[in-house]
């Protein structure tokens, strides 16, 4: 029998099924082993590839994936910025710290998805320029090229004077 579960910021109930209600409802043994076995697989690719920072497509509910911020903050840099301010700071001044650390992270990937959508649609327009950027040079320099190419304008008929002292 499925759960009914009401969130609080809402009026509607949401019936959760767990595996063990699904596993209730199937009467043949055989069909009951294989479906147990196949959620247990699934649960375990769905949490290794979340735990990877993957896009996870998850039947039924849709694509899923772990923050980025959160990511970001369990890494051990940040462990260790945050565990700094913590001794260092009141408690009222840590809260404000780690809101403009998480905003600060939050700017830097909002940069890298534009520096990296910007990046694919010159790579499609210079095929063969990125190509060659990458073999010669690496696919860093090739991008960061093909980045700037994005960035620059033609400035035309522009007459440098020299000074005539």
């Not at 959160?70 to 462990?79: G, H, S, V, Y």
């Not at 913590?86 to 998480?102: D, G, P």
């Not at 990125?130 to 690496?138: F, I, P, S, T």
Request: hydrophobic share 35%; proline share 2%; net charge positive.
């Amino acid at each position: 029998m499925p759960s009914i579960c009401k969130p609080s910021n809402s009026d509607k109930e949401i019936f959760v099924n767990y595996p063990y209600d699904i596993l209730e409802q199937i009467k043949d043994e055989h069909k009951k082993r294989i479906t147990k076995e196949f959620i247990t697989i699934l649960n375990k690719q769905i949490a290794e590839h979340i735990s990877k920072g993957d896009w996870t497509s998850v039947p039924f509910i849709g694509n899923v994936r772990a923050s980025l911020i959160k990511q970001e903050l369990n890494t051990d840099a940040r462990k260790q910025q945050l565990s700094d301010a913590k001794s260092v700071l009141t408690a009222e001044e840590y809260k404000k710290f780690k809101v403009e650390l998480i905003k600060d992270i939050d700017r830097d990937i909002r940069a890298q998805r534009t520096y990296k959508y910007l990046v694919s649609m010159r790579v499609k327009s210079y095929k063969k320029y990125y190509k060659r950027m990458v073999e010669e040079r690496g696919a860093h320099v090739a991008n960061f090229a093909l980045y700037c190419k994005d960035k620059m304008t033609v400035v035309s008929n522009i007459i440098c004077y020299e000074n005539r002292d």
